[in-house]
């Protein structure tokens, strides 16, 4: 029996071969025509330039974000510094006003102190009396509601810094230098001294 190889004159016949044409989607193994690869290149690169432009704008934002943060923080030195200034002046302001108003009544009170004297010098000789006396006693209390104080008194220890001594002796009775006499009554403010006490002054005994 002779087969079909040898009949045909021993020539071997190939089998058909299939050529694939189509491409094949590795992940999802669904096929993928030209058009829709066209189509995925296409998306792939449009998100590409989206995602570069919401980079570009997302550092554009923070730059002006940066901007606008070092404008606040200027503008919030700029007033605190003018609030510092501010307080400053204020501060200021109210301590020249207590000493102007320092100095007015000073200067009111040492004008005074001739009238003060009369008035004290009356009083020791007992000539204040009637509507006189009511009127010392309320520009002497006027006075004092300002700050004025009239000081000096016999027997406090002698202080030259306040006091001055017109009149000078010794006594075994004192044991440091001593006012024995107030010859006119001093007037001073809670700063200044207007005008010093005017004693006699004893010192103790050498």
Same mark, same amino acid.
């Given at each position: 029996m002779t087969s079909h190889d040898e009949g045909t004159g021993g020539e071997e016949h190939e089998a058909p071969r299939v050529t694939d044409k189509r491409r094949i989607d590795p992940e999802t193994?669904?096929?993928?025509?030209?058009?829709?690869?066209?189509?995925?290149?296409?998306?792939?690169?449009?998100?590409?330039?989206?995602?570069?432009?919401?980079?570009?704008?997302?550092v554009e934002t923070q730059k002006l974000a940066a901007e606008r943060?070092?404008?606040?923080?200027?503008?919030?030195?700029?007033?605190?510094?003018l609030e510092q200034q501010y307080s400053a002046y204020v501060k200021r302001s109210k301590a020249e006003a207590i000493t102007a108003h320092e100095r007015g009544v000073a200067?009111?009170?040492?004008?005074?102190?001739?009238?003060?004297?009369?008035?004290?010098?009356?009083?020791?000789?007992?000539? %204040?009396?009637?509507?006189?006396?009511?009127?010392?006693?309320? %520009?002497?209390?006027? %006075?004092?509601?300002?700050?004025?104080?009239?000081?000096?008194?016999?027997?406090?220890?002698?202080?030259p810094n306040v006091h001055e001594a017109l009149m000078h002796a010794h006594s075994a009775d004192v044991t440091e230098p001593t006012v024995q006499a107030v010859l006119q009554p001093g007037y001073r403010t809670k700063d200044r001294v207007l005008r010093a006490a005017r004693v006699a002054v004893v010192d103790p005994e050498a």
């Open positions: 193994g669904q096929v993928r025509t030209p058009e829709e690869q066209v189509l995925a290149d296409a998306a792939e690169t449009l998100a590409g330039a989206e995602e570069a432009v919401v980079l570009e704008g997302l943060l070092e404008e606040l923080q200027r503008a919030q030195a700029a007033h605190y510094n200067a009111l009170a040492e004008a005074l102190i001739p009238v003060l004297d009369d008035v004290a010098l009356a009083r020791q000789h007992g000539d %204040l009396t009637g509507p006189f006396a009511s009127i010392a006693e309320k %520009l002497e209390s006027t %006075l004092e509601r300002f700050g004025v104080e009239r000081y000096g008194e016999a027997g406090e220890a002698f202080d």
